[in-house]
């Protein structure tokens, strides 16, 4: 299993946010092996011993559970404007008893695949830029994209926060209001496929989801959310790097 900080192990385990775990470390009431623990410190939950108070910590039970997003709820645990959250989605009796996260994000208008868990190596597996996770979009813009508009994505188009890693894109439906496109990116940057389809003069008029790393919305089959099992994932390796 990959290490996790100790901060975020303690989280995950229902000892108290991230926040107020660094102060448990701190104050010295935590300890990994014997060993006073120390902020940012990383531990293998399956392997090192962790006591908090003098008192083990057993590792919680991971849980993976996919959702299919709706436009108009926003990819948090809460919000603090009273918008409807996406864990509002799942049964009570799992987020009142299991401190889940959203992996990664959709925005509020956008739609399809979304997974949630309390693994945190795991999502940050999923979630880290280095490690090119692939995900997949259905999308439908305002008009029928140009060759020269699709080269362009398939090359990597420069946002303010550089040049995007190479989109895979392809029509899929072309229709009165407008063309249906799939498109896959390695990258999570904000809002990242609409920017991209708005820098090469398209704008998106729906945006779906339909595979993150190795989890498929087709897995859903019309149900609003499904518990699934932690599945292997490979990172992508960069053009650049090959």
Do not use: C
Not at 50 to 57: A, M, R, T
Not at 89 to 116: A, F, H, M, N, Q
Not at 191 to 196: A, E, S, T
Request: glycine residues 8%; charged residues 30%; without cysteine.
């Amino acid at each position: 299993m990959e290490t996790i900080k100790i901060q975020k192990f303690l989280a995950n385990a229902g000892i108290s946010s991230r926040r107020a775990a660094e102060k448990l470390v701190e104050a010295g009431k935590v300890s990994v092996n014997g060993r006073t623990a120390t902020i940012g410190q990383r531990i293998d939950p399956t392997q090192d011993k962790v006591l908090y108070n003098n008192k083990p910590i057993n590792g919680v039970e991971l849980k993976y559970y996919l959702i299919n997003k709706p436009a108009g709820i926003v990819t948090t645990t809460k919000d603090e404007m009273g918008r409807k959250a996406v864990l509002s989605i799942l049964p009570d009796t799992i987020t009142g008893s299991t401190r889940l996260y959203p992996v990664g994000r959709l925005d509020k208008d956008s739609e399809g695949l979304l997974l949630v868990t309390n693994d945190g190596a795991f999502t940050h597996l999923l979630t880290h830029p280095s490690h090119l996770i692939t995900k997949t979009y259905r999308i439908f813009i305002d008009r029928k994209p140009t060759y020269k508009a699709l080269q362009h994505l398939r090359r990597g188009v420069l946002l303010r926060e550089g040049l995007t890693e190479p989109a895979e894109v392809e029509t899929e439906e072309d229709t009165d209001r407008g063309t249906w496109l799939t498109m896959t990116i390695k990258e999570g940057k904000n809002r990242q496929v609409r920017r991209m389809l708005e820098r090469v003069g398209y704008d998106t008029i729906r945006l779906i989801r339909t595979k993150f790393g190795p989890y498929l919305l087709s897995e859903l089959q019309n149900q609003s959310w499904i518990e699934v099992e932690k599945r292997p994932t490979t990172k992508s390796t960069p053009p650049s790097a090959a």
